[in-house]
């Protein structure tokens, strides 16, 4: 596979690392989210068959964190952001 | 300064040279390195004070040469700065003097081995070593990349000429793989 | 031998001879033959025997799809089974052996399996061999895997080099037929980078098997003409002997190119094959077409194959298979094997053409064909005699590539065959007889157009003449006659009547079919086979045959080679090796290495006259302890980690604080996953007000960094922290022992008395007159003990000073095994405790989890089952008799207690000799193993029959109140 | 009809005309005791037993494709209760023996082949985390043996023992381990099932599930509306699409893990073998072809199909463990699709909706897993509770935190 870096242009997706659905940046805060609200956040999945939000690591590259819009079943990748901007747009900061 | 005796990647006291069929594959232990990272909100600050000393900040994937200091870039907003080792060892002290609280600065100079490619074309051996597009990329790229499972940071300086950057501790092992893929290669 | 059946033309150079042997018995050929076609040049049609009932077998085919001819080529480390003698090409010594035969290819004693055919139909064996049940696995499996498997493989290593390598191209072209050179040709005058590869070691495809004339010359000329013009394109890769083998994401293909399998050995220096990645948005399939026989009684003899091979060893190779020929055909092409065999002076005796009534309805002729049994369409029957009989089924284009991402091919009633359906691989294109084109003309047309719309030119490239014949063809899929077997996959002897088996018993789907008869799971994936019999089971169930629909295709286009898939990663060069700055120094003391990860760590380092390794990792320790020991611990992960923000993020990132860390000192830290299980542990350090050290173990280096990169990128973006490893940057060692500080101070510049660097301190300091270095206070051996790091390069040379200027001291240097000993008498978890299991609860270090801070794993790591009372918690054990024996993996059961599961306690996770306490320890996990303290119990290691009472005790063995480490 | 040796004679000697069909094509009744959806190795299974071990009728098996097309149709074909958890333990151990007896019981020759499996130990971490798993599985009944160096080199001389980066040093042996011809496995449930009066209903995709305060009513399908008191759910690969239908969310991710096969060999491997250094298991079939496999790909995916980096991976093991294999042809991948779970272990438990059940996150262990999967889920639908053996596979171990995590690696599905 092909990831189109939005820096650096297209790169093999061997040179990443995956972690899994985007939905895992919305961490809750601990200081104020018990056990049910982190179960839910860390274990359960949508899982689609179809467009997938997913987290992608440049460990052989830049070191970027990436949300990857992608296809599970065709694999077609329609969009790469940068997973600070993307977290940052969803009010995470500190 | 001190009664330290350097000791190459290679475990050597002089750098080493190896020539397979037209490529030569040199070994580079002048050169001292640092990255420089800028601390958040202050990248127009870091740019004022490396412009100030020298300090080239080349866009994303791209490497510029100076005297004393070159530098590649390596991550957003993070680069990577050489300098001669005679007279910039201490080049993480001098960086830091130079950018203040703007950027944090690490040295770096040892935990890579240093191979210097030359050859009249080296695109039959890039496409051996890396998945990088060798002959489309320009003069100045620099990029990291994969050989033989290892990371390393590639900068193409000409068709000919490429300096390779790998981990200290996987010297020997690089070596080889850019040894056998060159007899392979020609 | 003579080529008695070489005969004029054909693309091979007759001026140079190439000599060569097949089961012990020299033949010659000529440059341009394969090993198919030479043998058939020396009137050898005998090549092999099939898979189940060791049916005699000559070439069905010409190319990469044989099923029938395949043999062992070459001896000893270099063997290789199954290799298509029809795509072997011939070089001078080459050596080749039957397979699955014994004695010999001509008597083969497992022939008796076709006499006894009908008890062997398919599936029978999902029905018997069940009683007794225990003579499965020791009577009949045993034999029948003897019986199987084709060709053998040698016990010696492969002693040739593969490489691999990336290609980039704007266009890839695959296959290098009329399609592919029109494609290229009209690609490369682009100016784009173009790559074209054809599995052949000459392009042109099936213009150089067919006579037709292509721009007014000889097609086979013209592809030389085309193939001369690319090579002189910079901008065009030319890659012969180059097999496509899929179709990946994104535009990724696999390709094989076979650079030294026409030669006796590689050059020195050079691979056998490589594997390349071909990075290319666009491609043009123009694989061809596969020409597909008819199944009709005894169909598989040694002189029966495909008409256009025939009319291939004939036209490209100069070779006739036999004197007197038959074609037997349901379409047009296949007269132009009779024609183009006439126009070679062979005596076609007879052309069987089913569209005019007439059929072949069985053969004669045990090792190869003697006659042929003709019925008309009266139904009367006439015997002929002939020595070979080409067959033509009409043609399947190859549509595997574009298959590959599971798209299914779609029947074509016009031509009988599919084609390449929709939702193809993006970016790739079909042209040519691999889109169901199949005539010469629209081969040039469509490779031209293709490469037209896949690199959106303007304008296109004049178009030579060539042949436009249209396909007449009356689909016919097997022949109804009679109680015999007719062959539909050669290789796998699966016939008609297994077929008909398979729906009896309503294996109708068509993968049931597959999968129950093993049709089309041969070498050759069923490339001659695989749509006759799902048109025969289309034809038995009434089905249509778009309606009964194809298997799907895989990945590779033709088998390949394991090493060329390896590469250079095998032996020794499977992983890169890591080596610590000690490395050379210990290698010259004969130091034992041991593999961790990828390092290359010291495990001890034997003096003179120590023959056991206990003996030396005693000492080891002892010495520490006794005086001072020095120990590489560069490969522990170091990260620096700055910024104004440095110290909220690591009370994110540790489960303990460390943004109250005063600066020059340092702070064990914990890090939880955030699912409340540890992940890693390591000291940290705050070396400036925005400036901390962290290290983590070496096993979790790299982990750690990518997750710390996920939490300032991901989680807290707006957090002012840099991270960049330093791991390598700089030669860590461990000096401990309670000489440890009068060693250090012998090369240290500054003063490091207890008062000056007290217990946990750390700092920036030089050595050895004005050497920069660090200096970390910290202790995992329970000594008075430092860890001091130089610049890489200096730390051989400060290793040695270490050693020489505190030479009084008796220092030793210790390896990863005392190393464990020390941590073990301490009490330290390590890798046998930080399994992924366990929390910090269990370690006996719940208290370091803050609930005043948010931080990774902090709330689920309060979740019932990780804190119950009674889970496991880390304790200390030993033998109650100090010479009982105890292991790591050992498990705990009470004394007295039934050694089964219910009674299981826990497990030893770490366990050394202590020259210290005289016995071995261990640390193990108990359930609440906090109040069992004292208590007594087994520990049983089944698997060597051991079984010994030990006490549980302290997991702190060695100095529990730390006064040495304070010291 | 029974199968046997003499009826395959007697049949052979008289064309083959008395053999029936292996399994009926019934069109679906309007409304059955149990459905369970998905035809593969656990839906056939478990309607096998439901019929046979808990007297159960009225049984319907719903498959979207054809029968044996899930994974049970395109694995490695291993068998073995080699495993560490009290969790795991004892259900694999429970499912080991029941493939002792299977083909007795379901008079089919599905060629359970107990050749042995080895673990090959690279570091003498390995040899601990080893002895401890060892002795879990004696503690619970499994047979499993330390071997050293000298045996596995007796046993596999042509490995790599003189020029390794990552020397063997021993293995850990289950001797009771081996291999199973797949598809006769998925084909002698069937057989089974039709024979005790299943209904198998091929090509006929659930497409919806009709839920009435709280209970399940039935199912919506490409061939209409089939009622059921009971629906179990046995998709693995599709579980969150199907179990989406309830307006559940799981604990799950599908990932697609390649497999891949070799051309026909003369006998080389005579068990199984894993590589402790590296991503690669391998074993030979009767065939001959050397079957072998190696990690997941990594990323979600239901496309069926790998990429090229994981096929050189696994190569990269193989060649570094067996050197003698370099000019053996790789000869057809292929991909199937894992419920990878957030522990690596599975589940077979009641859900929310009453008369829904639900089995799956079997990762890759599925296969071996079929027959207890099959008769544990037969007895949590039968009797509405967990078989002794399949009483942690939970739906809320993760909200409990008791996890079963036999790698350590904690809730990310693709290091597992």
Known sequence: MIIHHPILGPRDAQEFVYLGDAALMNRPD????????????????????????????????????????????????????????????????? | MAELQAMTALGARQAAVAVVGPVTITERFDVALASVAARRGRMAELEGAAKAAGVPLPEAARYTGGTPYSAFWVAPEMWFVEAPHATHELIADQLKAAVGNAASVTEQTDAWVVFDLAAPDLAPLMERLCNVDFPAAPDGFASRTVIEHMGCYLIRHGRGQVRIYGARSSAQSLLHALEVAAAAAW | MTQSNRISGGQIDRSKTLRFTFDGITYQGHPGDTLASALLANGVRLMGRSFKYHRPRGPLTSGSEEPNALVELRTGGRQEPNTRATVAELFDGLTANSQNRWPSLRFDAMGVNDRLSTFFAAGFYYKTFMWPKTFWEKLYEPIIRRAAGLGSVTREEDPDEYDKGFLHCDLLVIGAGPTGLMAALTAGRSGKRVILADEDFRMGGRLNAETHAVGGQAGADWAAGVVAELASMPNVRLMTRTTVIGAFDHGVYGAVERVSDHLPTPAPGKPRQVLWRIYSGRAILAGGATERPIAFENNDRPGIMLAGALRAYANRWGVKVGERVAVFTNNDDGLRTADDLRAKGVEVVAVIDSRQGEEVIDTSGRLGLKSITVRDGKGRTREIAVEALGVSGGWNPNVNIHSHHRSRPVYDPTIAAFVPGAEGPPGLLVAGAASGALSTHAALRTGRDAAVEALGLTGAAELPEAEDAPVRVKALWHVNHGKGRAWVDQQNDVTVKDVKLAKQENFTSVEHLKRYTTLGMATDQGKTSNVIGLAIMAELTGRSIPETGTTIYRPPYTPVAMGALAGRSRGKEFKPFRLTPSHHWAAEQGAVFVEVG????????????????????????????????????????????????AGAFLDRVYANTFSSLAVGKCRYGLMLREDGIVFDDGTTARMGENEYVMTTTTANAVTVFRHLEYCRQVLWPDMDVQLISTT?????????????????????????????????GAGNITVCGGMR???????????????????????????????ARGAEFDPIVYGTEA???????????????????????????????SKKKDSIGMVLSQREGLVDPDGYRLVGVKPVDANGRISAGSHLLEKGAAVVAANDGGWLTSKVYSPHIGCDIALGYLKAGDRKIGQRMRAVNLLIGQDTEVEIVSPHFFDPEGERLRG | MRYSGFRVIAEALTGHKGWKPVWRDPAPQPEYDYIIIGGGGHGLATAYYLAKEFGQARIAVLEKGYLGGGNVGRNTTIIRSNYLLDGNEPFYEFSLKLWEGLEQDFNYNAMVSQRGIINLIHTDAQRDAFTRRGNAMRLHGADAELLSREQVRQMYPWLNFDNARFPIKGALMQRRGGTVRHDAVAWGYARGADLRGVDLIQNCEVTGMRIENGRIKGVETTRGFIGAKKVGVAVAGSSSKVMAYAGMRLPIESHVLQAF????????????????????????????????????????????????????????????????IGRVRLLRTWGGIMDMSMDGSPFIDKTPVEGLYFNGGWCYGGFKATPASGWCFAHLMARDEPHKTATAYRLDRFLKGRMIDEKGQGAQPNLH
């Open chain 1, 30 to 94: 601990g200081m104020t989210a018990g056990i049910e609200e982190f179960h839910d956040w860390l274990y359960n999945r949508d899982n689609p068959a179809g467009e997938h939000q997913e987290l992608w690591y440049h460990e052989q590259g830049d070191r970027s964190w990436l949300v990857v819009t992608r296809n599970t079943v065709t694999h077609e990748i329609t969009k790469v952001e940068l997973a600070r901007d993307v977290a940052r747009s969803k009010g995470r900061s500190k």
């Open chain 3, 598 to 645: 990828m390092w290359l760590r010291t495990q001890w380092v034997p003096k003179a006259g120590e023959t056991e390794w206990r003996q030396s990792v005693d000492r080891e320790v002892l010495a520490t302890r006794k005086s001072v020991g020095i120990c590489d611990v560069t490969t522990l992960g170091k990260i620096d980690i700055q910024g104004t923000d």
């Open chain 3, 728 to 760: 390598e940057a700089w030669a860590q060692f461990s000096v401990a022992g309670p000489n440890a500080r009068k060693l250090l101070q012998k090369v240290v510049d500054q003063d490091i008395s207890d008062a000056a660097f007290p217990y946990m």
């Open chain 3, 773 to 803: 270095a660090r200096l970390f206070r910290i202790s995992f051996s329970g000594e008075l003990a430092y860890e001091i790091a130089v610049p890489t390069r200096y730390g051989d040379a400060l290793l040695r000073e270490m050693l």
């Open chain 3, 819 to 849: 190393l464990g000993v020390m941590r073990i008498e301490k009490g330290h978890v390590a890798g046998g405790e930080l399994n992924g299991q366990s929390t910090a609860l269990n370690m006996g270090l719940g208290k370091m989890v």
């Open chain 4, 261 to 324: 096969v070799s051309e026909g060999l003369k006998p080389l491997i005579d068990g199984v073998m894993t590589f402790g250094a590296g991503h690669f298991y391998v074993s030979q079939s009767d065939k001959g072809g050397l079957v072998f496999g190696g990690d997941i790909d990594g990323y979600n995916s239901y496309a069926q199909r790998g990429n090229l980096p994981v096929i050189e991976d696994v190569a990269e093991g193989g060649m570094a463990l067996m050197p003698a």
